[in-house]
């Protein structure tokens, strides 16, 4: 799969809270770090964009369970836990894009009240590599905004975890129906 100009690679969320001694355990979230590592490589090496996003919750964000959510509190801007999950290596011009800061508003997809869309639009961006977690929530939204912005997008199956296997098998099947194309990351690095 040769790489170009015109595709990218997204991040998405891959923060310490997210890793398996995290707040909000991935399980082995852990092992997908040397496979994106490798993968951000190839990318930086051709000079082709590299998107990072992260959860970044207020400490009132409504989507922790103090504050009536479902989830356990994570993320919360300016912790250790919202960092980037230690031993990922980003590089020095990386595009980080922070989501899900309003109190209000819950944000599973990186181009929701973001301005991704908008970079993409201005570099020229016509495919999209895309790992990270978790697969079934912040991964799945992600790629279901880019493809539905007509965006071609390949999904790194090894370079994606779920909170919940089942439920990850699932949004992996969605995901395909909507035309997102499944890889491996041998097929880029
Ligand atoms: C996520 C649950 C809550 C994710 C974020 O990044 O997939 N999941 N907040
Ligand atoms: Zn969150």
């Not at 400490?59 to 250790?80: A, I, L």
């Not at 230690?86 to 922070?98: A, F, H, K, Y």
């Not at 819950?106 to 991704?116: G, I, R, V, W």
Request: contains cysteine.
């Amino acid at each position: 799969m040769g790489l170009r100009k015109g595709d990218c690679l997204i991040i998405v969320d891959m923060q310490n809270d997210f890793m398996p001694s995290g707040a909000l355990p991935v399980p082995d979230s852990d092992k997908i770090i040397p496979i994106l590592n490798s993968c951000i490589e190839v990318f930086r090496k051709k000079s082709l964009p590299i998107f990072a996003s992260r959860d970044w919750h207020p400490p009132n964000h409504c989507s922790f369970k103090e504050n009536g959510g479902t989830w356990p509190r994570h993320c919360v801007q300016g912790t250790k836990g919202a960092d980037f999950a230690d031993g990922l290596i980003l590089p020095e011009d990386v595009i980080v894009i922070s989501k899900a800061t309003d109190p209000e508003k819950e944000a599973y997809s990186a181009l929701k009240d973001t301005n991704l869309s908008e970079i993409l639009r201005q570099k020229g961006i016509k495919r999209c590599f895309v790992g990270g977690v978790a697969t079934e929530y912040c991964v799945f939204n992600t790629v279901m905004d880019l493809l539905s912005l007509g965006y071609e997008v390949y999904l790194i199956s090894d370079a994606i975890k779920p909170v919940n296997f089942e439920d990850g098998k699932r949004a992996i099947d969605e995901m395909k129906k909507k035309g997102a194309r499944i890889i491996n990351s041998g097929e880029i690095a």
